[in-house]
């Protein structure tokens, strides 16, 4: 689990726009916001601050981060 904006520091931007995958060879899985988790997030989803990307990659890729 890592907080959005630790990652990206990019409040705003959806998981398109980031192209997690290609730029960062994770994942992302789930997005936890309060108590609500979304399985399979829609890339299109404007991200804030206050969600929690859940990532699977490599152990290496994971350690990047």
């Known amino acids: 689990l890592f907080p959005y904006t630790t990652l990206f ?5 959806t998981l398109k726009e980031l192209d997690v995958r ?17 399985v399979n997030p829609d890339p299109l989803e404007v991200l804030r601050k206050d969600m929690v990307l859940i990532l699977v990659g490599s152990n290496t890729a994971l350690e990047a981060l």
Do not use: L, P, Q, T
């Open 9 to 13: 520091r990019s409040s705003g931007k």
């Open 22 to 38: 290609r730029n960062y060879e994770v994942n992302v899985v789930g997005i936890k916001s309060g108590a609500h988790v979304e």
